[in-house]
């Protein structure tokens, strides 16, 4: 799958999210990048990162939070691309991890995002 393809994937989903999730979303970007930095690999302390949410969900939001940089949710391409799975399978699993890593900037718990199937 191709970066733009990739991203078309992404665009998709963004598109289908319900409203009350498309109204919550204020100050984050959706990043498509092709692999995390050593970095940020280490610091999730697992083998597989497909995305992360990077920023202050929005219940941790206080009163003074403005004047910020976007909060950012990063997709993998390339992680996604090495689960070798089908092209419907894959275009699923970039759509569950970016409800999953949307959850997060919700600030939903890992209990609620099973419960969405988010997880």
Known sequence: MRTEEFEEVIDRV???LPPWVASLMDNVLI???DSPS???HKDAGREELLGEYVGVSL???AADYWGVLPD???LYRL???DLGLS???TEEEIRRTLLHELGHYLGFSERR???LGWD
């Open 59 to 61: 219940p941790d939001r």
């Open 79 to 81: 992680a996604h691309l």
């Open 87 to 89: 092209r419907p399978e």
């Open 38 to 40: 050593p970095e940020d």
């Open 113 to 115: 995002l099973h419960q």
């Open 31 to 33: 990043v498509a990048m």
């Open 72 to 74: 950012e949710i990063r």
């Open 14 to 16: 963004l598109s289908e």
